[in-house]
């Protein structure tokens, strides 16, 4: 087996952090509402001289325009488990911890053509979702972790493939990134044991003992010399994912960087289910203001980001928000099978389909709902009630040539004893089609239709009113 851990150094600042497109002053508090203080800072922060631990009131002294945003250890547990979910498009066998994830690869290389661009494709993911991560790479889940703490922490490491070689390259790093408790590394540290080959060198009787089986069982887990079994995380059937702002965000443009990144990690968790979505709702929460609901609907279930995020902007375009912005949400109750469309040289009649019903949803969305829309062919032999909109749709009698544009209302022709004129006078090629019906619903027709030119060689469709002799109409024209 093969694991690659993910940490998220700061994940508290980084889970708030991702939503703001410009490096802000930002702190995470938490700590009695009396007296709170800075449990994580960012780096425009820490260089203005806040420092972790420090009081909220005395961070605020040093930085007017500190932005500080209580934690919210739910929040963080919800992230964890959407970016689980997102993690799933690279392995099925997916694993929570504390501050990251653990991913079993094994059976994945190949599919992505090795190790290297397995995790160059992790790197840009994570980075795309506008979070940072350290990655540690070990035949043992503890030992991956242990390495992606230590490069968190800046110590030197080099990830290890090989079970045999595992002891080796554990050997130097120090106990504490075990996490194990302050009374047992105190211990330690009096005896001076402070690396992991130390405490691997001490006889195990005497280890058990003194510092208790569980250290000893978690040394043995470490290097590969007792199971260490993990439970996958299983993603829910349903999507929700909500991402709060550090600022509050006026406009529709300013929205668009956070909801790109939700848009990502979702897509993400839709390519580890091998799913899309048809109907998607967009939520922007604006306080005391109340909400926005932005519905999205595809003709076909869609995952890709980008896409997506197209339509959105189109609608939120011609929307005028109540106030500004403070909090981002998603949601999709059902998840539809996805069948991925591959791009061809040539596209034939599948990726044109395809071509077309995305860009009939980019008009919808900008046009607004009702305002574009298909035709289809009606049961009725009145040429002007020959079509109709969908759903409903039926045949249309064919008798005869007819014409690609009908006009609106059919329009008098000058008619003389020679027949009928049109910027001359027409000759009739083809005809005559007789339509008489409409006699029950109280617009009855009775017409002869003819196929006739012009001297400029003009195709139309014109026809005599039988009711009144004489009286010729134009009613289309050919292409």
Not at 23 to 43: D, H, I, K, N, Y
Not at 88 to 108: D, M, R, Y
Not at 385 to 406: D, I
Request: with cysteine; net charge positive.
């Amino acid at each position: 087996m093969l694991w690659v851990a993910l940490e998220l150094p700061a994940l508290p600042l980084q889970l708030v952090a991702r939503a703001q497109q410009a490096p802000l002053p930002l702190v995470v508090t938490e700590g009695p509402a009396q007296r709170p203080f800075v449990a994580c800072a960012s780096q425009a922060a820490s260089e203005a001289g806040v420092r972790e631990g420090m009081a909220v009131a005395a961070a605020r002294a040093l930085v007017s325009d500190l932005r500080c945003v209580e934690r919210d250890e739910a929040a963080e547990r919800e992230a964890l488990e959407r970016l689980a979910g997102w993690a799933a498009q690279f392995t099925p066998a997916v694993c929570l911890e504390p501050t990251g994830l653990l991913l079993e690869v094994e059976a994945s290389l190949r599919l992505f053509g090795g190790l290297a661009k397995l995790l160059a494709a992790v790197r840009d993911g994570v980075r795309g979702l506008g979070l940072r991560a350290t990655l540690g790479i070990a035949p043992t889940p503890l030992a991956a972790r242990v390495f992606a703490r230590a490069e968190a922490r800046g110590v030197a490491v080099r990830s290890c493939t090989q079970l045999p070689e595992l002891p080796a390259r554990l050997a130097e790093l120090p106990l504490f990134l075990l996490e194990w408790p302050g009374r047992t590394l105190t211990l330690l540290a009096d005896l001076g044991l402070l690396r992991m080959k130390d405490a691997l060198a001490l006889p195990r009787g005497g280890f058990s003992r003194r510092f208790g089986p569980e250290a000893l069982e978690q040394l043995d887990r470490l290097v590969g010399r007792a199971p260490d079994p993990r439970v996958a995380h299983a993603p829910p059937a349903r999507y929700r994912a909500r991402l709060e702002l550090p600022a509050p965000a006026d406009g529709v443009e300013a929205i668009l960087f956070p909801l790109r990144r939700l848009l990502a990690e979702m897509e993400g968790t839709l390519r580890g289910h091998g799913a899309g979505v048809q109907e998607l709702l967009l939520r922007l929460a604006h306080g005391r203001e109340g909400a926005t609901r932005v519905p999205l609907a595809f003709a076909s279930p869609e995952r890709e980001a980008e896409f997506i995020l197209g339509i959105a902007r189109e609608k939120l375009g011609r929307l005028a928000l109540p106030g500004p912005t403070i909090a981002l949400s998603l949601s999709a109750e059902r998840l539809l099978p996805y069948a991925p469309r591959e791009g061809t040289w040539l596209p034939g009649r599948q990726e044109r389909a395809v071509g077309r019903a995305r860009l009939v949803e980019r008009l919808a969305a900008r046009l607004g709902p009702g305002r574009v829309f298909g035709i289809a062919l009606a049961d009725d032999h009145r040429p002007e009630r020959g079509w109709k909109s969908p759903p409903a749709a039926a045949r249309r009698f064919e008798g005869g040539a007819r014409p690609a544009w009908l006009l609106h209302r059919p329009v008098r022709l000058v008619a003389g004893e020679g027949g009928p004129t049109l910027q001359g006078a027409l000759s009739l090629v083809a005809g005559p089609e007789r339509i008489e019906t409409g006699w029950w619903d109280g617009e009855p027709v009775c017409r002869d239709y003819f196929v006739a030119t012009n001297p400029a060689g003009e195709m139309v469709w014109v026809y005599r009113e039988r009711r009144e002799p004489g009286a010729w109409y134009l009613h289309g024209v050919f292409a």
